[in-house]
């Protein structure tokens, strides 16, 4: 086998361990998200602990830009190798959705709603990403609030939210079939069981990612006053009282 011919195959295993990152990188962005249904003091620590607040003594957001600018890194050029793979033209795409229409095979399907979710994604992520990059001191129970109600940014994390959790879920069920990880001596009842798993995984992250949106809603629309404020929680503040 020539060189030239393992190229394909090097860039799909590149193309899958980029997306396997970033679909566990968004997991644990929707875990540390969540936080503030635990209350605004929890989400305040999560968001110090990346700036090295619990570490360092002190915040340093350049390193939420540094993270924030790494994955963007990552997300393009994932994009870029799953662009080999869409239809190039609008015949392209009219035979695909032919044949998907006559095969009418469940896997077909996801693969066109990955392509879909995964366009949609790639400039409503940026967007979300850039905005993380450039203003990551605003983070936080009322910096975040302010930017998703009065600065209407939910219409944009509410697309966002099914757009990433579709597509992360379906590119982990089909990574999995395709390099055969699970597999039982039944490939067909296996794959029904990720299949299971994955719509499980789903619904279970859309309905966090809902009510952590619903809880930033509330928080900034009773915060709407006082917009630009950013939360402190009260021991900080009486300590800063105290060293006054």
Known sequence: M???????????????ASGLFLALFM?????????????????????RFFEGYHLLGKPYPILVTLIAAFVFGVLIFHA?????????????????????????HGDTTLWFVQVW??????????????????????IGPYGSADRIVSDWYWPLYLVLLFAVEFHGSIGLYRLAVKWGWLEGKDPDATRRNMKRAKWLVTIFFLTLG????????????????????????????????KSR
Request: no cysteine; net charge positive; hydrophobic share 45%.
């Open 2 to 16: 020539s060189s030239a011919s393992r190229v394909p195959a090097r860039l799909d295993v590149l193309q899958g």
């Open 210 to 241: 809902l009510l952590s949106l619903a809880a930033y809603i509330r928080i900034g629309i009773d915060h709407r006053d006082s917009y630009g404020e950013l939360y402190s929680p009260p021991q900080i503040e009486r300590s800063v009282e």
């Open 80 to 104: 870029a190798l799953a662009l080999r793979k869409f239809p190039a033209d609008w015949r392209q795409y009219s035979s695909f959705r032919r044949h998907a229409r006559d095969m009418k």
């Open 27 to 47: 997991w644990l962005h929707m875990v540390f998200v969540s936080s503030i249904l635990l209350g605004k003091d929890a989400f305040w620590h999560v968001a």
């Open 117 to 138: 979710t995964g366009f949609a994604m790639f400039f409503l992520a940026s967007i979300h990403i850039f905005t993380m990059m450039t203003q990551p001191e605003t």
